[in-house]
């Protein structure tokens, strides 16, 4: 299962790819065992013209506009996601629910009946995974840089803040929808990250990039589905279905509701007793 998938949107969507990886290292070993392997579905490049291709920051500006507008993004403060986690090639299904607070708070969770919780967390100052098989972890380095950018709800309307570069590649096919292939290089090294976005809607669909797991690097692709406005005034739209496909299984989630500006509870993001303990040991031994 997924560890860091970047599904809601690459800027939102990010969030839960963030939870997928996390789930991806932890049945990767399962699948190698099992050889129910799946490659994930090659990308389909076929760059069109090269000329007159808009720039990154005009792509990004309709993806903004077509998912609510830049005012409805400022007002987003707090989301809470929740659905279903399934792996089709295992038959397995089980609970998956995020939450997330304005500006560096994320908290995912996939349940699976018999296997236990997988959960990926950031409280702001320190970033978590556990899953049943490999237990708690710290997050650091180049995973803890891209989570706190995941985390960021209004990440869209500041792509600076967050990437060197933003690179236009040139127009793709992605399930049949022409699409504009946007390559985001992150500040202060790291992989690179592909997304495309529909050249006639402006919605985000793909989003691939490369992820460390303890089987080594493994590339994960999101398909993002289903837009559906969100929120009391339905003034923004994220997708309720994203397929990942990486380290050769599929993974889908579906989301039932997807609440917004609504008020976790002050524990919401507090790392679990396990992790506490990790953080402690870290905090003895810088002291030494």
Known sequence: MPSHATPRSFFGL????????????????????????????????????????????????????????????????????????????????????????????????????????IQTG?????????????????????????LTRDADLQAVLKPEEHYEKMEVKGIEDVKGQKAYHVVFTPKGGGNTIDTWYAVDSGLQLKTASTQE?????????????????????????QPHRIVTMGGGAEYVVTLDKIEVNVEHPADRFEPPAEVKQLLERQQAASQQ
């Open 14 to 117: 990010s969030a839960l790819s963030a939870a997928f990886v996390a789930a991806a290292m932890f049945t990767l070993p399962v699948l190698a065992q099992e050889g129910q392997a799946r490659r994930p579905a090659d990308a389909q490049a076929q760059d069109v013209s090269q000329d007159n291709l808009p720039s990154a920051e005009e792509i990004l500006k309709k993806y903004v506009e077509a998912t609510g507008g830049a005012e409805a993004y400022r007002a987003l403060k707090t989301q809470h996601a929740a659905g279903k986690f399934s792996m089709p090639a295992m038959q397995m299904e089980g609970k998956f629910e995020l939450f997330q607070e304005q500006p560096d708070k994320f908290l995912a969770l996939i349940d699976l009946p018999g296997m236990g919780q």
């Open 213 to 237: 797991t303890p089987m080594g690097d493994v590339k994960f692709e999101n398909y993002l589905e289903d837009y559906r406005p969100i929120g009391e005034d339905a003034k923004l739209k």
């Open 122 to 146: 950031l409280n702001g100052k320190s970033g978590w995974r556990t899953d049943p098989m490999q237990g708690p972890r710290l997050l650091e380095g180049e995973e803890m840089k891209s």
